[in-house]
């Protein structure tokens, strides 16, 4: 991961090549937002330069400067697309330029970001913005690809402060499990399966405050997971339940966290058309986020203890795949009617949501790419939030606001659980085609436990369009895997640490 620090002055060439500077929108085009150290001369100057350029200070633009008095170095101008310098309400906005700016330098060694930092808001959104714009996913490249910028360098004038020193560890400790998570969903499918993501977790856990135990395919019947036993069916490679555990001393709440971790996704006998399977590897993004997010909590050393179930199947059409009309019996008891075998993601995730309730957590988030309704409601950028009270649905959208990843709440509109019956078992794992986002949070609800007849506050997090992105990368945010969902959980779970 590029290597990131703080100074409380601009560094001189030759240590930096390059300096980056931000800018926003006026009447007439782009102007520089000037920083501490910045003389008048060059602010001048690069305005003249915005304008002749024809630049509008628009986000995610980019402008090469040349000749700025005071210094040699190349000066990159990125756009914020704010109509006046930031204060700490515009942190996403300058999250998403110091994105920007980070993939614009891939290839340098060394740069400054001369970027408003004054106060721990901004400084945090700078540095957590270069560091998830630094990315580069190459381990398949035969060649060597473009690297990162290898190092930054952020310009504050409060750098050697105790309090600057936590912005940038925080920024640090996230960004390292955000690429975790952004690698693991990258990794194709023939080498990312439950066994091997079991395995990876076991690596990159060991050493740490989390404990991985992992529960096999015998195991797996032992629990009565029909979920992941049956959706595993069809494939070679068996299904995984990974249980990740970070328990700290006088912890303030428990936290359960359910990821749905289809490694593969072919649609089972229900099978995608072949271009809906050109993404699938991706379909274990949820598991991928609740993991991280727990890499970060533990990093962190916040004082909430967290369960995390990472439910990992691979969903082919083997010769013993499972059927439409099958009916399969879940931890809690219920039993299902399989109706669409590509509506596979709610059936583990069932089992983990099961499984969790046992411990009896304060409450229970689940991270899914579950449905394409959930698409077809809020697009390609948005996470649909879905949860048994206001408060929990409150908090999430609350944590996740302060990220800058953006969740909207949708309703769990209990007249359309009647869809889920049966005639044959407890409940069908689908129901009606409309608000199929809501049905499968319906779903899902069937196994969300009770602690003392009142059910635990569960949150649901359908995070199927942002967790990839299939388009061009902007921002902070890659093509491919974009580790969405890591930061709100690990802002929840600050929240609740006071």
């Not at 400067?65 to 170095?73: K, L, R």
Request: hydrophobic share 45%.
């Amino acid at each position: 991961m590029t290597s990131i620090s703080l100074s409380d002055r601009i560094p001189a060439r030759p240590a930096v090549a390059t300096m980056v500077l931000l800018s926003h929108k006026q009447d007439k085009g782009a102007h520089v937002i000037p920083v501490e150290g910045l003389s008048a001369e060059a602010v001048s100057y690069l305005d003249e330069h915005l304008s002749a350029l024809g630049a509008s200070g628009a986000a995610d633009e980019v402008i090469k400067v040349t000749g700025v008095p005071g210094t040699d170095a190349l000066v990159l101008v990125i756009g914020s697309g704010l109509d006046a310098a930031p204060g700490d309400e515009d942190a996403e906005a300058v999250r998403r330029a110091a994105g920007s700016a980070s993939r614009a330098l891939a290839g340098t060694s060394h740069a400054a970001l001369l970027f408003p930092a004054a106060t721990p808001a901004l400084l945090a959104a700078v540095t957590e913005g270069a560091l998830f714009g630094a990315y580069s996913f190459t381990t398949y490249k035969s060649k060597d690809g473009t690297a990162p910028v290898g190092r930054l360098t952020v310009v504050t004038p409060d750098a050697k402060s105790a309090a600057a020193r936590k912005v940038l560890s925080r920024a640090i400790a996230v960004a390292e499990q955000v690429t975790w998570a952004r690698d693991l969903v990258n990794t194709p499918p023939l080498d990312l399966y439950p066994a091997s993501f079991a395995a990876e977790a076991r690596k990159h856990f060991t050493g740490s405050k989390v404990a991985v135990r992992v529960a096999d395919e015998k195991s797996l019947v032992r629990q009565q997971c029909g979920g992941l036993i049956g959706v595993g069916r069809g494939s070679a490679r068996p299904p995984r339940l990974v249980t990740l555990t970070y328990k700290p001393a006088r912890a303030k709440a428990h936290i359960v966290l359910v990821g749905k971790g289809i490694t593969f996704d072919s649609g089972g006998l229900c099978i995608k058309t072949a271009d809906g399977m050109v993404t699938m590897k991706s379909d274990m993004a949820g598991a991928a986020a609740v993991a991280a997010a727990t890499g970060a909590i533990a990093s962190l050393g916040l004082p909430i203890a967290i369960t995390t179930y990472l439910c990992l199947a691979e969903n082919m059409t083997g010769s013993d795949a499972q059927r439409p009309s099958d009916v399969v019996t879940m931890p809690n008891g219920k039993t299902v009617e399989i109706i669409n075998t590509d509506a596979e993601g709610r059936l583990v995730m069932a089992d983990g949501l099961a499984i969790g309730s046992t411990v009896k957590p304060d409450l229970m988030l689940d991270v899914a790419t579950l449905t394409g309704a959930a698409m077809v409601a809020l697009g390609g950028r948005t996470t649909a939030v879905i949860g048994n009270t206001d408060d929990i649905v409150e908090q999430v959208i609350s944590a996740a606001k302060s990220t800058g990843e953006d969740m909207w709440p949708m309703p769990l509109l209990q007249e359309m659980r009647p869809s889920l019956d049966s005639q044959i078992a407890d409940v069908k794992h689908t129901g009606e085609r409309w608000g199929g986002a809501i049905t499968a949070a319906l779903f899902l609800q069937e196994f969300v436990g009770e602690v003392g007849g009142t059910q635990i506050p569960w949150a649901h997090l359908d995070i199927a369009g942002p967790s990839f992105n299939d388009k061009s990368p902007y921002g902070y945010t890659p093509a491919g895997g974009t580790g969405h969902g890591v930061r709100t959980v690990v802002a929840l779970a600050e929240s609740l640490a006071g």
